[in-house]
């Protein structure tokens, strides 16, 4: 691998934007040298265009404040600038994905927070902790889209980032045949704070569109296999889920019932919990969390508030675990939506890449 990538982030204006510049600032890799977004801030500096926007608890970082913002849709000319990409922007699916497929066609990799590609049978959806070997499905990627270095990687959906993790080493171990899971999701989730979302003050929505269904289909890509030029998605778990948006700032819970096909102790999955790393830590990738799973065993945690920012905001917390009447066991789970949900867990998989010698 090189030294160091020359990165670009687009939709850097947005709120998963925010979050990769402020993660970039200091990053020992990737050193940021494009910001993209629409025509409407392309021209501004970078401090112009998000103006009053800018979510992140720390100040927007003076290298990035007179960057002029460029044209996201100047596909070519900002391949030629950087290595790779990260994309997170707000636009139609299908728009999203002949964007992304446009960078990659110009040779220029695609880290991806976006949902658009996430299905496509040769992009692989990579949690890096979970399943760092479906980056070997890039060669077929690149032979269907003729490019020697392009493709486009995603990452999976925020929601679900919070209680696949603490599944994946039960899965492995005692086998897991069903899962309910109710979610409670921060509204930076949806890219907006108390100040543009009111509406959320005093209340909970009972409604995220899209959200369940992704929380239900992308876990069982995440634990499918490579197979010829596709990735097949595993058949198990069942998983129903309902997701509802919270009145919490970062942040996203999960109530989790689980049943297994040979159930474990409660001891048993204590240790499973406290003794999971993953390629992540192995590598020792720089976003990597040291210890990736928390359990908290005092009765009242997790909550976002405390522990949203453990390991940078890349571990997940787990507590509450104990036996169910209807499931085996119940337990909460914890994430930050915007950090291990979202820009960190990107930039985790384009340090994966990297090492694997994707990037070069
Ligand atoms: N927020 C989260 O926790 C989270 C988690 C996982 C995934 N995601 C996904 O990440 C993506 C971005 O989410 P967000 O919350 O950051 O959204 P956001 O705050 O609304 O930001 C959207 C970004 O997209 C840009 N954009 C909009 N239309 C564009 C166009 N036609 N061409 C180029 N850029 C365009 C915007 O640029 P302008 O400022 O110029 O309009 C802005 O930079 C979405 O696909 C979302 O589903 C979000």
């Keep these: 691998m090189k030294e160091q990538y020359k990165v670009g982030v687009v939709g850097a204006t947005g709120m998963v934007g925010q979050r990769f510049v402020t993660l970039l600032e200091n990053h020992p890799w990737f050193k940021l040298t494009v910001l993209a977004a629409s025509g409407r801030s ?28 460029q ?22 699916k299908d728009e999203i994905k002949a964007l992304e497929e446009a960078y990659a066609k110009a040779e ?21 902790e979970i399943n ?5 499905i890039i060669d077929a990627q690149r032979r269907r889209l003729g490019t020697k270095r ?12 919070s209680y696949v993790p603490a599944l994946h080493p039960l899965k492995e171990e005692f086998g897991i045949s069903k899962v309910l899971v109710c979610t409670y999701q921060a509204i930076s989730g949806a890219g907006k704070t108390f100040e543009t979302m009111p509406e ?18 992308e876990p069982l890509k995440l634990w499918g296999h490579v197979e010829g030029d596709q990735i097949v998605c595993a058949e198990k778990p069942l998983i129903t889920a309902q997701c509802y948006r919270v009145p919490v700032t970062d942040g996203h819970t999960a109530a989790v019932f689980v049943s297994f096909d040979k159930k474990p102790t409660q001891e048993q999955m204590l240790k499973a919990w406290a003794e999971f790393s993953g390629p992540s830590q192995q590598l020792n990738l720089p976003s990597a969390p040291k210890q990736f799973l928390h359990y908290h065993s005092e ?7 405390l522990d949203r920012m453990i390991e940078n905001g890349m571990a997940v917390s787990i507590g509450r675990l104990r036996e169910d009447i209807l499931f085996d066991y119940k337990f909460t ?11 960190g867990g990107a930039v985790l998989l384009a340090e994966l890449l990297a090492v694997k010698g994707y990037m070069d």
């Design 132 to 136: 760092a070997d479906h980056v070997e």
């Design 333 to 343: 789970c914890m994430s930050h939506n915007t950090l291990r949900g979202a820009a």
């Design 108 to 128: 220029c990799p695609v880290v991806s927070n976006n949902s658009a590609h996430r299905f496509t049978a040769d992009v692989p959806m990579i949690v890096p």
């Design 71 to 92: 044209d996201a849709s100047q596909v070519e000319e900002i391949a030629a600038q950087v290595d790779f990409v990260f994309c997170a922007v707000n636009m139609k």
């Design 42 to 69: 392309a021209g501004k500096t970078y401090e112009e265009a998000v103006g009053s926007r800018w979510a992140m608890a720390t100040a927007m970082p003076e290298s990035v404040k007179q960057m002029v913002v």
């Design 150 to 161: 392009g493709f486009v990687a995603v990452k999976s959906n925020c929601s679900l980032q």
């Design 299 to 305: 009765d009242n945690r997790p909550q976002p508030k």
């Design 200 to 217: 959320i003050v005093d209340n909970v929505i009972p409604y995220i569109g899209g959200e369940e269904e992704k929380s239900e289909k």
